[in-house]
């Protein structure tokens, strides 16, 4: 499974997501803050927890790749990563 946390208005979060869909792939989504760099207003505690547990870092988009438990979080690697796996 694979799950994107991600940002509305975010344009690397964008990139993403028009990745996953020009590929057919199905994906969770989660939103744990506003796009607006480190500190953006977090819209749902118990996500970005997760997030940043996982991580270790705030910054999205970040993409969990249950299935091959991988993690990754710059959107070119995200996208890179997809294409080689999914494409």
Do not use: W
Request: aromatic share 6%; charged share 30%.
């Amino acid at each position: 499974m694979l799950e994107l946390y991600q940002a509305e208005g975010c344009p690397h979060s964008t990139d993403v997501r028009e990745t996953l869909t020009d590929l057919g792939v199905s994906y969770v989504i989660h939103n744990p803050r506003r796009p607006g760099g480190e500190g953006g207003d977090v819209l749902n505690d118990q996500t970005y927890e997760t997030m940043t547990a996982l991580s270790d870092e705030d910054s999205i988009p970040f993409l969990v790749d249950t299935d091959r438990e991988k993690t990754l979080s710059e959107s070119e690697e995200i996208v890179a990563y997809l294409e080689e796996h999914y494409g």
